[in-house]
């Protein structure tokens, strides 16, 4: 189908690139035929970059909110207790 990453990325609009999710989900083309595992990677690599360029980062696949506070402060106050198995 596409012989490369910049070759598919001109083509990318939004129907496309749903298209594209909905083929790296199921692991096919609509017409049924499997991709391969560069087409998978083509694929994947085409809509992470038409996302980083036409959606707000809380719109992309994947996205992951900020904590409203780190880890780390969650649990300072607890002692921690050892148990003998």
């Excluded at 696949?61 to 780190?70: D, L």
Aim: hydrophobic letters at 40%.
């Amino acid at each position: 189908m596409f012989q490369s990453l910049d070759e598919l990325l001109k083509i990318l609009n939004p129907q496309i690139v749903g298209s594209l999710k909905r083929a790296i989900e199921l692991g096919k083309w609509p017409n049924g035929v499997a991709l391969s595992a560069q087409q998978k990677s083509l694929c994947t690599e085409a809509v992470a970059y038409w996302e980083q360029t036409h959606t707000a980062p809380a719109d992309r696949v994947g996205y992951v909110p900020p904590k409203a506070t780190p880890c780390a402060d969650k649990h300072d106050h607890e002692p921690v207790t050892w148990v003998d198995s």
